[in-house]
């Protein structure tokens, strides 16, 4: 395998593994504290790693205005919005939903690199990514169905969706940037602090000063440790990872890999939050599955045969 190749399905893989174990970190913080209060502290702390990252590295922007508007974009985007998003969705609907949605989101980033950064794509590929998408809307509905579902769930599953569309703009933007010589770190990093500038003005102005400050003399390490792995460890390091993964390869070759942490979450969830699969469920995660396995199986055989 050539090298480079293999050092990018290295990097992916540690940040699915660290993606993985970070939605039940989530789930789990987020029954201990609201879901603006771990995101602002969240981005508080991966700014001033980002600062002192700046500090010692330097921060190299791009000249035109073209890139600097996209990187902008991309910081708004890939922070205040996906994670808002996200962190919403958790906070109304199961892990196990959000991670068996979340499947969908390698297909949807494929075929946003299909759509604008002309990536090969088969026809089986887009049949598949038609048959994931159906089975993911089965399990955003599936509250619907469900006798058991709670109020609010079904707005969570939407907010989820939405965070991976964003997530897909998200990684049109990087890798053009990246393209055109910006550095993975400096997306990873410039991310974190403009989403602290957008979201602690939003927090204040709704919430009030005090409120923003209320964790500072929190004592509950579990609070802590949910919010500074969110911020080090599933923040700046593995956005830097991903970025450097997805550097020198298709968004459709590096999708794969996003599968995983949406089953590392799926596991988790039945195996410390005790959730269940309901008929509904069962049923968009078998359809769901079915079309990443058509997509995809048949790209490794189309790539295979084209090298």
């Given amino acids: ?11 992916l893989l540690a940040t699915a593994v660290i993606w993985g174990i970070a939605g039940l970190v989530i ?11 771990f995101i602002l502290y969240r981005f508080a702390i991966s700014t001033v790693v980002s600062l002192l990252f700046f500090i010692i590295q330097g921060i190299n922007l791009p000249k035109d205005k073209v890139s600097l508007f996209q990187l902008f974009l991309y910081c708004l985007l890939n922070s205040s919005i996906s994670l808002g998003l996200l962190f919403w ?21 494929t075929a946003a690199g299909y759509i604008f950064l002309k990536d090969k794509i088969t026809k089986r590929e887009k049949i598949g ?4 998408f159906v089975g993911a809307l089965l399990i955003g509905i599936s509250p619907l169905i469900g006798s058991s579902s709670t109020d609010g769930e079904i707005f969570g599953n939407i907010l989820i ?27 990873a990093n410039l991310s974190f602090v403009v989403g602290f500038i957008t979201v602690l003005p939003f927090v204040i102005v709704r919430s009030g000063v005090a409120y923003s400050l209320s964790l500072i003399g929190n004592t509950d390490m579990n609070i802590w440790f949910g919010i500074l792995f969110m911020a080090i460890v599933s923040g700046n390091l593995a956005y ?14 590096a999708a794969p890999f996003a599968y995983l942490y949406p089953i590392f979450s799926a596991i988790l969830a039945t195996i ?5 699969f309901t008929l509904p469920v069962i049923l968009g995660a078998v359809v769901t599955f079915a079309g990443v396995i058509l997509a995809e199986t048949k790209k490794r055989r189309y790539d295979n045969s084209h090298k």
């Fill in 1 to 11: 395998m050539n090298p480079h190749r293999l050092k990018a399905y290295t990097l």
């Fill in 89 to 109: 969705g958790t906070a109304k609907t199961s892990l196990l939903d959000m991670s068996l949605i979340s499947l969908f989101g390698p297909l949807l980033l």
């Fill in 27 to 37: 789930k789990v913080t987020l029954d201990k504290i609201p879901a603006d209060l």
């Fill in 161 to 187: 969706f939405l965070s991976l569309v964003s997530g897909a703009i998200c990684g049109i933007l990087a890798k053009k940037l990246m393209r055109n010589g910006v550095s993975p770190n400096l997306l």
């Fill in 272 to 276: 410390f939050l005790g959730d269940r």
């Fill in 129 to 132: 990514t038609t048959i994931a």
């Fill in 240 to 253: 830097i990872l991903n970025n450097m993964g997805q550097k020198t390869i298709e968004l459709s070759e």
